[in-house]
């Protein structure tokens, strides 16, 4: 039987006893109903004695507001892919945007920036609302990163405009643009350990920020025939990247 995986931020180590905080509380105890005595798996995505890795623990107290945890042991393990990736995901509506940041987690990116362009629907949030926001995607990405076996956490970074992407460094620099000359296929002779790749909200990238991405080094790369939603698109494009370069299918 697979165990719940649980991400906690904080430290853990061998023989420790401690409280659940409370939105996990609420998961366990209403979600998944378990009981005193369940096992589970805690992850805290920091290094053990330089190993990633997880650890087994016990539910050993649980009351209507309350569950007490004791970890057992550490468990060495690392499933991430030996390619870096850096999604930049032009901020699309609620629905739409926690399912790109879900599924690019699920398949191995290692940071998340999302990206203010003309056609975010976010532009006008104060600072309060943004930071809302933010700590909303990053419980999407933990909570994937627990659904994926991942005991690294993937950080969602604070949003940027587009011309801010300058800042941040890779060996490739992707942009997925509908029409572009090049396709990944034509870029399998490549061998890249890090790429940072770009990818629109709904309506895509206006010109004037497609033009802005190549000023910075990034290369116009279709997918196909078909225009393809945000969240399709990011799904796709990470496939292929991880296929080519990655761990998937190995």
Same mark, same amino acid.
């Given at each position: 039987?697979?165990?719940?995986?649980?991400? #906690?931020?904080?430290?853990?180590?061998?023989?420790?006893?401690?409280? &659940?905080?409370?939105? &996990?509380?609420?998961?366990? $105890?209403?979600?998944?109903? &378990?009981?005193?005595?369940?096992?589970? #798996?805690?992850?805290?995505?920091?290094?053990?004695?330089?190993?990633?890795?997880?650890?087994?623990?016990?539910? #050993?107290?649980?009351?209507?507001?309350?569950?007490? *945890?004791?970890?057992?042991?550490? $468990?060495?393990?690392?499933?991430?892919? =030996?390619?870096?990736?850096?999604?930049?995901? @032009?901020?699309?509506?609620?629905?739409?945007?926690?399912?790109?940041?879900?599924?690019? *987690?699920?398949?191995?990116?290692?940071? #998340?920036?999302?990206?203010? /362009?003309?056609?975010?629907?976010?532009?006008?949030?104060?600072? %309060?609302?943004?930071?809302? %926001?933010?700590?909303?995607?990053?419980?999407?990405?933990?909570?994937?990163?627990?659904?994926?076996?991942? +005991?690294?956490?993937?950080? *969602?970074?604070?949003?940027?405009?587009?011309?801010?992407?300058? +800042?941040?460094?890779?060996?490739?620099?992707?942009?997925?643009? =509908? @029409?572009?000359?090049? /396709?990944? %296929?034509?870029?399998?002779?490549?061998?890249?350990?890090?790429?940072?790749?770009? $990818?629109?909200?709904?309506?895509? &990238?206006?010109?004037?920020?497609?033009?802005?991405?190549? *000023?910075?080094?990034?290369?116009?790369?279709?997918? @196909?025939?078909?225009?393809?939603?945000?969240? /399709?698109? @990011?799904?796709?494009?990470?496939?292929?990247?991880?296929?080519?370069?990655?761990?998937?299918?190995?």
């Amino acid at each position: 039987m697979r165990l719940s995986r649980f991400f #906690i931020d904080s430290d853990l180590q061998e023989s420790q006893s401690l409280y &659940l905080p409370p939105h &996990l509380v609420n998961y366990v $105890i209403n979600v998944l109903r &378990l009981k005193s005595g369940a096992e589970i #798996i805690l992850f805290n995505g920091q290094l053990n004695n330089q190993q990633s890795g997880e650890f087994s623990a016990r539910l #050993i107290d649980v009351s209507r507001r309350k569950v007490l *945890v004791q970890v057992n042991k550490f $468990i060495s393990k690392d499933i991430e892919s =030996p390619l870096k990736l850096h999604l930049f995901q @032009g901020i699309s509506h609620s629905e739409r945007m926690d399912f790109s940041i879900q599924k690019s *987690v699920e398949l191995g990116v290692n940071s #998340i920036t999302p990206v203010f /362009t003309q056609r975010s629907n976010n532009r006008k949030l104060n600072s %309060k609302q943004l930071d809302k %926001k933010q700590r909303h995607w990053q419980g999407v990405a933990d909570s994937a990163c627990e659904q994926s076996g991942r +005991t690294t956490r993937v950080p *969602v970074n604070p949003a940027i405009k587009p011309s801010e992407i300058k +800042t941040f460094n890779s060996e490739l620099n992707i942009l997925l643009v =509908p @029409g572009a000359a090049q /396709t990944l %296929k034509d870029l399998a002779h490549l061998q890249p350990t890090s790429i940072n790749v770009f $990818i629109g909200p709904e309506g895509g &990238l206006n010109s004037e920020e497609i033009e802005t991405a190549g *000023v910075y080094g990034y290369l116009g790369i279709r997918l @196909g025939p078909r225009i393809l939603r945000t969240e /399709t698109a @990011g799904l796709s494009a990470l496939s292929i990247m991880q296929l080519l370069w990655g761990d998937l299918a190995s």
